[in-house]
């Protein structure tokens, strides 16, 4: 069944690169497609085409897009100052599935991931390319998993209005800087102007009547889901039911298998390249910059209901936190970071550690009854885009439950939900993923 729905644009993954990765086992899915219809705004902004934001089997359905760039006379320097514009000054965007029936007034907003920029090269890599650029973006977008308006494969938010906003500022949707250029280049970092255009235009579309509301979000757009998930309770009635979920995104300050916190590295170089640590209130003085943009730290604020879901070994995170590839010269983790099962006796202890690194982190959001975790034993990053891994017959189960049944359950307060998972490799129900080459960092 091919069913089409518009894709409305904004006022204003991870995959972070192409993915050579597929999953042990495939299941045949129904498609759907999503079509887009550009806005009549000036400030609008294009609903832009997705990147494989995890590697996953084929797409189970595309929206089809058009860029809405700016119009009329240039800005003056005062509104060019305050403009809303990915990295390279193109305009932002999003795609709109409208609700129906009990769903009208709910809504499950989904931030698209794909990693970060840590200095002006990188960031300058991702003006041309679809993560910081609409210009570059495809003209299809896929609605799958959480996001699928099919009842059998998204049994509690199948019918509610559903929107994937595209990620192209290189920060998580949290960098707010004036100037543009740097170094006599221009660039945008102005990921906190997108999220508050985003929202402005929702809120004037019906979120701000949402009886329900969803804020979700995969990796590099997971940990934007933490950093953003109060302000988006805050914007919604007071009565309405309003919940967030991070997929993939609980990222982890640990030190890799040379004894370097090559992570925490990468994100304070990202905290200064943004002006990010005014950003977040929680950072003291004598905190590292690159501290402050640890879910670790963010969430100790956070007085929101979150659902943390991740895999206990992920495959982004083993392949660019624990064992990144300066930290290997001799390529001995290649293949151990390509298939699990090919990891030594030893490789397997430290990612036993690992895990235990993730349970220690979230030791604390454990006891929260308002909080809810699932954390499986499978090689994989980000699982509820996937309709594979989200919710079917042979998904991932953690005491019998899909990621789905655990998700609705905690959301709609059926029950608690703290799923933890048994060590590698105690889950046969884990599709883990078997790489060609690793993730791009």
């Known amino acids: ?38 806005q009549s705004e000036v400030g609008a902004a294009p609903a832009v085409a997705a990147a494989a934001v995890t590697p996953a089997p084929p797409k189970m359905g595309r929206s089809k897009t058009k860029s809405v760039g700016p119009r ?19 305009a932002p965007g999003y795609h709109l599935q409208k609700g129906s029936g009990s769903g009208s007034q709910s809504w499950l907003i989904h931030l698209e991931g794909g990693g970060w920029c840590r200095n002006l090269k990188s960031c300058a890599s991702r003006q041309r390319s679809i993560l910081g650029s609409s210009r570059y973006m495809e003209s299809q977008v896929e609605f799958a998993g959480m996001l699928s308006d099919d009842q059998d494969q998204n049994p509690d938010f199948y019918n509610w209005n559903k929107v994937k906003i595209r990620y192209c500022d290189g920060a998580s949707f949290s960098g707010n800087v004036k100037e543009e250029f740097q170094n006599g280049t221009k660039f945008f970092f102005r990921g906190q102007r997108i999220w508050e255009a985003v929202m402005d235009e929702l809120l004037l579309k019906g979120l701000r009547h949402a009886k329900q509301a969803f804020l979700t979000g995969c990796s590099a757009g997971g940990l934007a889901t933490f950093i953003h998930c109060d302000d988006f309770h805050a914007l919604l009635p007071k009565d309405s039911r309003v919940k967030c979920l991070s997929d993939g995104g609980f990222f982890l300050d640990v030190e890799d298998i040379s004894k370097q916190r090559t992570l925490r590295a990468f994100y304070s170089d990202i905290v200064r390249l943004q002006d990010l640590k005014r950003r977040f209130l929680h950072c003291s003085s004598s905190m590292d910059p690159g501290q402050c943009f640890f879910p670790r730290e963010v969430v100790k604020d956070i007085r929101t209901p979150v659902f943390i879901l991740n895999p206990a070994y992920d495959a982004w995170q083993v392949q660019h936190v624990l064992a990144p590839v300066a930290s290997d010269p001799q390529r001995s983790w290649l293949d151990c970071k390509l298939d699990i ?18 349970h220690d982190a979230i030791s604390e959001l454990k006891q929260k009854k308002d909080w809810g975790i699932f954390i499986d034993s499978c090689f994989i990053h980000c699982q509820s885009l996937n309709s594979f891994t989200w919710h079917s017959p042979s998904s991932p189960r953690v005491n019998n439950k899909t990621i789905a049944e655990a998700v609705g359950d905690w959301f709609f307060d059926r029950r608690e939900v703290k799923e933890l998972d048994c060590e590698y490799p105690c889950n046969p129900t884990c599709h883990n993923l078997i790489f060609a080459k690793p993730f791009k960092g």
């Open 1 to 38: 069944m091919v069913v089409d729905v518009p894709v409305t644009v904004a006022g204003g993954q991870p995959t972070p690169g192409e993915v050579a990765a597929m999953v042990s086992a495939t299941m045949p899915r129904k498609r759907k497609r999503a079509v887009y219809q550009p």
């Open 72 to 90: 009329g006379n240039p800005p003056s320097k005062a509104k060019a100052a305050n403009r809303v514009v990915c990295l390279d000054g193109s």
């Open 341 to 358: 099962s090919k990891c030594s006796p030893n490789q397997l202890e430290i990612l036993q550690g690992f895990r235990k690194e993730l």
